[in-house]
């Protein structure tokens, strides 16, 4: 089971009843500020991730400022709730649904939209086959709360959703929600695969003032093809060289008949070291498709192929 707690308030009671149930995951998003935000307790800091069999099975999301609005949420849910969601797989999702962090709450000091609560909640309705409660535990603001509830009975039924706006004055991410969710991602990822890709990718120069014929060449260039080393050596000579630019048209002659294109299993071979740390995956398609049998070719429209 899922429980997901949106609540301004850290819900320290839920978070004591199963830190050492591994069968239950609790997440929650909450204002903190560095321990001095209601209930002022510690346990709602992100590096309390539950006890012994329940270790990795408590996720804190917390605010150090107030003011979160709709973009820092999203960025919480798509790069901590929704994949660690996934990667868990529950049967039931259960919401604490608190709507103290609305717009016009004055005591949650937040700026979520009615929207987002709907689209919360859309997401969350993917998992578990559709089997989610939403509890309400209310709020400040009459009016915000019965906006954001109606956006969110919405969502459960079905019903298409306004797009999410982002403020005119937006003026990117709040550093402190990014330096949250960084602390977040650095503990959970010891728990959790879905957040382990992270690697940083290679540093590369670009300067769009030095985008000359000589760049692009490089990039066309590359192959993914490996030098045969088994072909007879009668068609070789000492002036031959490995796959690269080409310098003359018999040099490339002489190229083409002496690679091959790497295969898959040679590419996977290659980076088995990569696979096996979980750097990269590999897809791999099926012969045929499992689901071939269930299909009525009698009533498709006529003259499709």
Not at 179 to 204: A, C, G, R, T, Y
Request: charged share 20%; proline share 5%; hydrophobic share 35%.
């Amino acid at each position: 089971m899922l429980i997901f707690d949106w609540d301004i308030h850290h819900g320290n009671g839920t978070q004591q009843i199963f830190e050492n149930d591994p069968n239950v995951l609790y997440m929650s998003i909450h204002r903190y500020d560095h321990g001095n935000f209601f209930p002022r307790s510690k346990d709602a800091d992100y590096d309390v991730v539950g006890e012994g069999l329940g270790k990795g099975f408590n996720v804190n999301i917390p605010w150090n400022k107030q003011g979160m609005g709709d973009m820092e949420y999203v960025m919480a849910m798509q790069n901590v709730v929704m994949p660690i969601a996934y990667e868990f797989n529950p049967q039931l999702v259960i919401v604490s649904a608190g709507f103290d962090a609305a717009i016009g709450d004055q005591l949650g000091g937040c700026k979520v939209s009615p929207e987002a609560y709907g689209h919360f909640t859309h997401w969350l309705s993917s998992l578990a086959n559709g089997k989610i409660i939403l509890v309400l535990e209310g709020g400040y603001n009459v009016n915000s709360i019965s906006h954001a509830m109606t956006l969110c009975s919405k969502a459960l039924l079905g019903d298409p959703l306004p797009m999410l706006n982002v403020p005119s004055r937006f003026n990117g991410i709040n550093r402190s929600a990014l330096e949250s969710i960084q602390n977040v991602v650095k503990v959970q990822k010891e728990f959790w695969k879905s957040l382990k890709f992270d690697k940083k990718l290679p540093d590369f120069d670009f300067n769009e003032n030095k985008i000359t014929e000589e760049i692009v060449k490089k990039f066309e260039d590359l192959k993914m093809e490996v030098v045969d080393t088994n072909v007879s050596g009668s068609s070789k000579n000492s002036n031959e060289s490995v796959p690269g630019p080409s310098t003359s048209s018999a040099q490339t002659s002489n190229q083409i008949n002496e690679v091959k294109k790497q295969t898959l299993t040679d590419f996977l071979s290659d980076n088995l070291e990569a696979l096996n740390n979980e750097e990269m995956f590999a897809i791999v398609p099926l012969k045929s498709c499992p689901h071939l049998s269930l299909l009525n070719p009698e009533k498709d429209p006529e003259g499709k192929n």
